[in-house]
């Protein structure tokens, strides 16, 4: 036995037009059912699966068009064809914005009625195509997605890493200053996550404090370690790593700016910095915070040519600073993190470690 075209549900308060509708229908190799109320019409809906429902307007002290409308919203949403025995715009108009597929006036033929079914089936299951096809790209697109997080996760602990090994590099020409790169990287990121800044500037900030010295490889390594005072040649041999190191990371694709943020870490607000004089905000946010890890990290370090200061010293000296030479915010946050928040620069982190920690930590 050939299995029926589709489920059709009949609500009409006339039972004779009930029973020509369903008769032709079944005819035509349909599976109908019919209801005279709207409560027996959901009975029916919610125990069997109904492809299309045929409505008439006004039934019994009811309306037809609050069915259409309980239907469409249905999910998966069962389609209406609506039909009444009055001629009326407004009424039209209101089935449609219920969410009915069709309309017809009685009497109608069966042949239009057919039509309409037809129809109603057609774009039915048009649209379900659409939505399978459109659940199918949305997981395409997760599934992509994912993978090329994955990538890019990847591609940021590779160069992590590489920016780390480079870092070491340079360290190892001055054993005096091992670890002052990595150290200010902790501080600048902790003073980045403390003023809020997204996850993409902390990356940037922490990278550029890894590669903020790397210029000093052009410099002789007897004057990097030079115990005493280094002379006005000496000095401006120093000055210029900056600008070498700037001319060494530019041409190197990194997704953040780090080139320009290296440039610029030696710059000061009153435009007494080096190489270029900036001042104020001509100055990158991320190379201000640098500035103030590197000052904060030096003064606390033993130098060849000088011992460490304390922390209480180094916070009082950069105080003086706020607002002057170092950027106020930044250096608010920086003595914050050592007084009330328990910061420490002999603790290592990794930059995913430092990501994840909220300022309270």
Do not use: W
Request: charged share 30%.
């Amino acid at each position: 036995m050939e299995a029926p075209k589709a489920s059709i549900l009949v609500v009409d308060d006339d039972l004779l037009i009930i029973e020509m509708i369903c008769a032709f229908l079944t005819c035509k190799g349909y599976l109908c059912r019919q209801a005279a109320t709207l409560d027996e019409a959901l009975k029916i809906i919610n125990r069997e699966s109904i492809d299309v429902s045929i409505v008439d307007v006004f039934l019994k002290n009811e309306s037809g068009v609050a069915l259409v409308k309980e239907l469409s919203n249905r999910q998966p949403p069962i389609p209406s064809i609506v039909i009444t025995g009055i001629e009326d715009e407004n009424i039209a108009r209101l089935a449609l914005d219920a969410g009915a597929y069709g309309y017809l006036t009685k009497p109608f033929s069966f042949l239009e009625l057919l039509v309409n079914i037809e129809g109603v089936l057609k774009r039915r299951r048009l649209e379900e195509l659409r939505d399978r096809y459109n659940c199918e790209l949305e997981d395409m697109v997760k599934e992509r997605t994912r993978h090329l997080e994955i990538a890019l996760n990847l591609q940021r602990q590779i160069i992590t890493g590489v920016v780390q090994a480079i870092s070491e590099v340079v360290e190892v020409r001055d054993p005096y200053t091992s670890g002052h790169q990595y150290r200010t990287a902790q501080l600048a990121s902790a003073i980045s996550k403390l003023l809020g800044l997204d996850k993409e500037k902390i990356e940037s900030i922490y990278l550029s404090s890894l590669l903020h010295d790397i210029g000093k490889i052009s410099v002789p390594a007897e004057i990097l370690t030079k115990p005493g005072k280094l002379d006005s040649v000496e000095f401006e041999l120093i000055k210029r790593h900056p600008l070498v190191g700037y001319k060494i990371l530019k041409n190197i694709p990194f997704p953040f700016p780090i080139h320009d943020i290296v440039i610029q870490h030696h710059e000061r607000l009153n435009g007494l910095g080096y190489p270029r004089g900036l001042k104020g905000n001509e100055i990158m946010m991320e190379a201000r915070i640098i500035a103030v890890a590197d000052v904060v990290e030096a003064m606390m370090t033993h130098r060849p040519y000088r011992p460490a200061f304390g922390l209480d010293a180094t916070l009082e000296e950069v105080s003086r600073q706020k607002g002057k030479s170092l950027d106020q915010d930044a250096v608010e946050c920086c003595i914050e993190l050592f007084k009330s928040r328990n910061f420490s620069l002999k603790e290592k982190k990794p930059i995913s470690r430092i990501l994840q920690e909220t300022p309270d930590i």
